[in-house]
């Protein structure tokens, strides 16, 4: 995919007299070490005698973090008791449990009957977040401290995906080791920008407890994993013109989910630089409002009258009463001036203050809609705020123009046009990276289920990525953005404040499930509702979440959320007839890619997506049960009741943790459509098929076509057309009708090596096949840009990747689907423009560690991530071996873009600091 689109300029001038915003990425040439040992080595002091009191010897606790280095029971005994929010040591101390000689440490959690086990409990108060103060204890946050031995690394980084699986570890995590890291980072702030200047630290995320300090200042911390937080610098605290140390601690040893968290400095890290009297932080909005009828020009294009009714919030750090004038100027998707506005007011002493502009008219705006895979972006907006006064500051924000409305009887509309929300839910981790998604995988990501006809993401269970948002403004994507916790205003506040210029997101969710569980669910899900109003009054936006508790006549929500529960769509409906609905949560079929017989001992479930194979949870359904009604009472469904705006199944994209319905050797998934390296499982045809009608016919046969000579085999087909005709070696095994919502299906065919072919018909005519062919041997590997991530180059100094595929494949260059070769990549020896950052294969029982470049295929499919190192260009040449195997290669071209003056929101062009 090639992203040209200009999104967000917040650069402005480098001048610094009239004390002018500027904004830098601090996330390059970081050092970084784990939490293992207290400096210098050792576990710190001998225990107290009355630490411990609880026994827990010979049982195995689950989600501890091991600490390396530990040469005996108290060794663990002492690292665990001299940090305070440990409540649990265990030593392994015999061959009876694993590994032998391991100790772990943390919160007490899952503990069963287990030999071997030496460990004591204590009774733990959780650490309230750090507040500010002066100086700091440890020696790691002093700025003198000597951290040349510890790593160097760029940020976003996850230093718990870096870990080894192990099964002493939590399941719901993913069975890797959490821990606790260090960050240290030197940066010189130039003398010029101290008058009239504040100077602001941000952080887009980090997981999860953090304790900030800057120049042995301990500037706070912050709670949240998935919220982004700033800190305004004491000018009295920078060392102008010289050196000044940013460290960073992270605790991710307890994570607030049940899925896989992270850990570290995962998103951005930023300084800006901005004027005392400024625009505060996203302090800009931008609701839109269409006031005529909307004119269809082409399909999928839509224009209308529209007004813009822009707020601005000033914050003024002086101790004194500031005035100002703020100007508004429209920009439209090619650049042009449509509108401007104006307003002025006053900001009091270390207050905000918000002033509302006049109404700024787009006599016919494009409008922002659904997009296609690999269609043209969307129509964007970009509005440049501008305030003059005692200080000169200016913002520019992205917004859309569209029009939405929820309906009780006929669901959801978009630009008066009656749209299914098709969508997925999706946590944050990809193969190779954890939760240190590089930003340009973001559309990826959304390109991947846009190709399978899905337009709708559910930001499950948390506020995303920001650069997940502006991917799907681009590309057209629907966003249902989703609050952490019930009751959490300020979390709440964060997300609403952050995103609600963003035209992707139509959906505010509360909540997931037992997330929403407090003392008083109902009362402070009612308080947040009237919170995100506040924020945003105008965008048309429900409220809604995934807890079936919060739904019925006397619902709290303005969009009622159907978690499951589809053989109760037409009652739920009919409780509560005036309130609109939509399955926030569905589905959860569990399936892997290339396996056609479940099996629990290797971790393995059957890609049939069939209940008799135990192809769903006991809560869920097939695709075609939950989306088609196959089988309902009345063929009830998602996409048979028109009442129903649409939904999100649970989910297009596998991740690590929560490997249901099985546990250790998995360490992922089984619930995604796509599985965490981005190879498609069998069902994701299902969603294409009959996501993408009325369309050309879809047809997918499987499973493929190499087995035991005489084998009973059972061949599936996923199409829309009317029926399908399955053919061994043009010997016709008949015809099977598609089934409205459901699928062809030919039971014992016969193995004859050869060609396995099927030809879908619509009206009786032949308009789609498919033909697979019996593989030899493996003999080669083939190497490809997967999916065209990189293909148009890689742009040096943004952090862009390029995704690199491999297919073992015989010597007719068919992929073999059953092997499973070890495969190194490599770079070049004098290379310095692209870096290895992961490998994946989508195996949910493999436990080669993510950052490891040798990797066994899986079914026959491995998968590289390399990043440019922002140091040089060029061609590079990245290669792929196996033993016994013709290896091959595959170039990829690294990009110079900085004489750029355009930006998009996956490279902005900001400097680095």
Request: aromatic fraction near 10%; charged fraction near 15%.
């Amino acid at each position: 995919l090639s992203f040209a689109r200009v999104v967000v300029a917040v650069i402005l001038s480098c001048s610094f007299a009239n004390g002018e915003r500027s904004r830098y990425l601090l996330d390059s040439n970081w050092r970084f070490a784990l939490n293992d040992a207290a400096p210098g080595g050792g576990f710190g002091p001998e225990c107290p005698s009355n630490t411990w009191n609880t026994s827990y010897n010979d049982m195995q606790c689950k989600g501890l973090t091991q600490v390396n280095g530990a040469q005996s029971a108290d060794d663990c005994a002492r690292a665990c008791c001299n940090d305070k929010s440990c409540a649990i040591y265990q030593w392994c101390n015999s061959s009876d449990c694993n590994p032998m000689h391991s100790c772990w440490t943390g919160a007490i959690s899952g503990c069963s009957k287990q030999t071997g086990w030496i460990s004591q409990g204590r009774s733990v108060a959780p650490p309230p977040p750090p507040s500010p103060s002066t100086g700091c204890s440890d020696p790691r946050c002093k700025n003198k401290y000597d951290d040349s031995g510890w790593r160097s690394i760029d940020v976003p980084h996850d230093f718990v995906v870096e870990g080894n699986f192990s099964a002493s570890g939590d399941k719901s995590h993913g069975y890797l080791p959490y821990n606790k890291g260090w960050y240290r980072k030197h940066i010189t702030i130039p003398k010029e920008w101290q008058d009239g200047n504040s100077i602001i630290l941000e952080f887009d995320g980090t997981q999860a407890n953090s304790a900030i300090y800057f120049n042995e200042y301990l500037l706070g911390g912050h709670v949240s994993g998935y919220t982004p937080y700033q800190f305004v610098l004491n000018a009295s605290q920078i060392n102008w013109g010289g050196d000044n140390v940013i460290v960073a601690f992270i605790d991710a040893t307890q994570p607030d989910g049940w899925w896989y968290d992270g850990g570290g400095i995962y998103r951005h890290v930023w300084l800006t630089v901005a004027p005392q009297v400024r625009i505060a932080q996203w302090g800009v909005y931008a609701p839109t409002f269409v006031t005529s009828e909307v004119t269809k020009v082409a399909e999928g294009q839509f224009t209308a009258s529209a007004i813009v009714r822009p707020e601005t919030m000033v914050t003024n750090d002086m101790s004194s009463e500031a005035s100002f004038t703020i100007t508004h100027t429209i920009l439209g998707p090619n650049g042009e001036t449509v509108g401007t506005g104006q307003a002025s007011g006053s900001v009091g002493a270390n207050s905000n203050t918000t002033v509302i502009s006049t109404n700024i008219s787009i006599s016919t705006a494009s409008l922002w809609h659904v997009g296609g895979f690999q269609s043209a972006p969307q129509p964007l907006y970009t509005l440049i705020t501008n305030m003059n006064g005692k200080a000169v500051d200016q913002l520019n924000v992205t917004f859309g123009v569209r029009k939405i409305r929820f309906d009780a009887d006929k669901g959801f509309f978009l630009n008066d046009q009656p749209t299914k929300i098709k969508g997925n839910a999706n946590h944050q981790d990809f193969a190779g990276v954890g939760v240190a998604v590089p930003d340009h995988l973001q559309a990826h990501r959304i390109s991947k289920l846009q190709e399978m006809n899905s337009n709708g993401w559910r930001t499950a269970h948390n506020v995303p990525t920001e650069a997940l948002l502006y991917a799907a403004n681009e590309m057209g994507f629907l966003v249902w953005d989703e609050n952490h916790r019930n009751g959490q205003d300020s979390e709440c506040e964060i997300l609403i404040r952050r995103d609600r210029n963003h035209p992707c997101v139509v959906i505010w969710s509360l909540c997931n499930e037992k997330l929403c569980n407090t003392k008083d669910a109902t009362g402070d899900g009612l308080r947040l509702k009237k919170l995100i109003k506040s924020l945003d009054p105008y965008g048309g936006r429900p409220v809604s979440s995934n807890n079936n508790g919060f739904n019925g006549p006397d619902t709290i929500l303005d969009l009622q959320g159907f978690d499951y529960a589809t053989p109760n769509y037409d009652s739920w409906h009919a409780r509560a007839p005036g309130i609109p609905c939509i399955s926030s949560e569905t589905s959860s079929a569990v399936s892997d890619r290339g396996e056609y017989k479940s099996n629990a001992t290797t971790g393995h479930v059957s890609g049939y997506d069939d209940p008799k194979d135990g192809n769903k949870v006991p809560w869920g359904e097939t695709a075609q049960e939950a989306w088609g009604g196959v089988g309902m009472p009345n063929n009830q469904g998602i996409l048979t009741r028109d009442f129903m705006s649409g939904g999100f199944t649970w989910t297009g994209w596998d991740y690590k943790g929560e490997p249901t319905p099985y546990q250790w050797p998995d360490i992922n998934s089984h619930f995604g459509i796509i599985d965490e390296a981005g190879f498609p499982k069998d069902r994701y045809y299902w969603y294409q098929a009959w996501f993408g009608m009325p369309s050309p016919p879809v047809l997918h046969l499987f499973p493929h076509w190499n087995w035991a000579p005489g084998q009973s085999v059972d061949m599936w087909a996923f199409s829309n057309a009317d029926e399908v005709e399955l053919f061994v070696n043009g010997k016709s095994q008949g015809k099977m009708a598609s089934g409205n919502y459901s699928h062809a299906e030919w039971s014992n065919v016969t193995f004859e090596a050869g060609e396995i072919q099927a030809i879908a018909y619509v009206n009786g005519v032949a308009s789609a096949n498919q033909t697979i062919k019996t593989t030899g041997a493996p003999a080669a590997l083939k190497a490809s840009i997967k999916d065209g991530v990189g293909s148009n180059g890689v742009v040096k100094g943004c952090q862009d990747v390029a995704l690199i595929m491999v297919e073992v494949v015989d010597s007719n260059g068919l992929t073999v689907p059953y092997a499973s070769d070890n495969i190194t990549f490599s770079l070049p020896s004098d290379n310095t423009a692209l870096k290895f950052i992961g490998s994946g294969n989508g195996d949910p029982a493999c436990h080669v560690n993510d950052k490891s470049p040798t990797r066994p295929a899986f079914h026959g499919l491995a998968l590289g991530v390399f990043q440019e190192t922002g140091k040089t260009v060029g061609s590079v040449e990245i290669s792929v071996s196996a033993p016994g195997l013709k290896g091959d290669s595959v170039s990829v071209n690294v990009v110079d873009q900085s004489g750029s003056s355009s930006s998009s929101w996956w490279c902005r062009n900001e400097p680095q600091l």
